[in-house]
């Protein structure tokens, strides 16, 4: 398949972005081609998301919601020869599987286990929004219905939920708390409560058993990641974010700092298209885990950033 094109999807698109909105830019090209096209659009201030054909047509067969998500609410600004429409055109509805959506259960049993600490409270509202959002989204187009705003979600679930779900305020808080975050900015003081909130929400709305027992230090939990089968690359990568803050607030580096840094800047550029780079990423967390280790960092209190 070969085709070039550029596309904005999001709430730029549906016409209900505020302030907490990320300008989302899909590029669809082969990778020598790329550079340049994403450095302008990233000047620009769009949050840029570069696909190949082969990883389209990949995400496709594997029903990534994406793809529906691109043929509904995007607006494409270049296509040659329209060969990206028309693909899109031909991508049906793959509605996700029951093992699919206990994974997104399963991601946010594990982000509940984690207990509050200021180093990551900033972390796990982004990584509860981004798991909660795509559990929503996933859960309403297995029953074929396609919703991807919060406006949106919102209405649908209440439609299916109502007398278990009122609204998604707390989820909105935690869009805002993720904002923050992203811009490197305090997020709101509400947020744990938020975050708490919202975890409760979801147990009851769909009938989950969230665990009681909590990591008694985020060091305890980083450990126990060695061991942990992650549900997606996601969620590994999430969690190699989640260690290397740990790790830098008690003053160690990363040799490779720059380059664990842009995939940690960069999350949702390494999802179900991105198999390739898992090795890396795992490697990133074995080396993250073992600089633990070796300085014993359980028994080290962290370094005050503000000195």
């Given at each position: 398949m070969n085709m070039f094109a550029i596309a904005e999807f999001g709430s730029t698109t549906r016409k209900t972005q505020d302030c907490h909105s990320d300008r989302d830019l899909l590029i669809v090209c082969e990778l020598k081609t790329s550079r340049e096209f994403v450095k302008n659009y990233c000047?620009?201030?769009?949050?840029?998301?570069?696909?190949?054909?082969?990883?389209?047509?990949?995400?496709?067969?594997r029903g990534s919601l994406f793809i529906q998500h691109l043929k509904h609410e995007s607006r494409i600004?270049?296509?040659?020869?329209?060969?990206?429409?028309?693909?899109?055109?031909?991508?049906?509805?793959?509605?996700?599987?029951?093992?699919?959506?206990?994974?997104?259960?399963?991601?946010?049993?594990?982000?509940?286990?984690?207990?509050?600490?200021?180093?990551?409270?900033?972390?796990?509202?982004?990584?509860?929004?981004?798991?909660?959002?795509?559990?929503?989204?996933?859960?309403?187009a297995r029953k074929g219905i396609l919703a991807f705003g919060l406006e949106n979600l919102e209405s649908e679930l209440l439609s299916q939920k109502g007398d278990r779900l009122e609204n998604l305020d707390n989820l909105r808080s935690l869009r805002k708390a993720k904002a923050a975050y992203r811009n490197d900015k305090e997020v709101p003081p509400d947020t744990n409560k938020a975050v708490n909130t919202w975890l409760t929400e979801v147990a009851q709305?769909?009938?989950?058993?969230?665990?009681?027992?909590?990591?008694?230090?985020?060091?305890?939990?980083?450990?126990?990641l060695s061991i942990r089968r992650f549900s997606s690359s996601y969620e590994l990568l999430r969690s190699v974010e989640a260690a290397y803050h740990i790790v830098r607030s008690h003053g160690h580096i990363h040799p490779d700092n720059e380059k664990l840094l842009k995939y940690i800047q960069n999350?949702?550029?390494?999802?179900?298209?991105?198999?390739?780079?898992?090795?890396?990423?795992?490697?990133?967390?074995?080396?993250?885990?073992?600089?633990?280790?070796?300085?014993e960092l359980q028994r080290m209190l962290p370094i005050d950033p503000r000195h």
């Open positions: 000047e620009q201030g769009y949050s840029v998301t570069l696909l190949t054909p082969s990883q389209l047509t990949f995400m496709q067969k600004l270049m296509d040659t020869n329209t060969e990206f429409s028309k693909w899109l055109q031909s991508c049906p509805l793959i509605a996700p599987s029951e093992e699919e959506i206990q994974k997104c259960f399963s991601t946010i049993e594990f982000i509940s286990t984690w207990p509050f600490d200021e180093r990551l409270i900033a972390w796990q509202a982004d990584f509860l929004y981004c798991a909660s959002r795509d559990l929503l989204i996933k859960w309403l709305a769909f009938e989950v058993n969230l665990p009681i027992k909590k990591f008694s230090t985020p060091e305890d939990g980083i450990s126990s999350p949702n550029a390494y999802g179900s298209s991105q198999f390739r780079k898992r090795r890396i990423i795992e490697r990133y967390l074995a080396e993250i885990i073992q600089i633990m280790t070796n300085s």
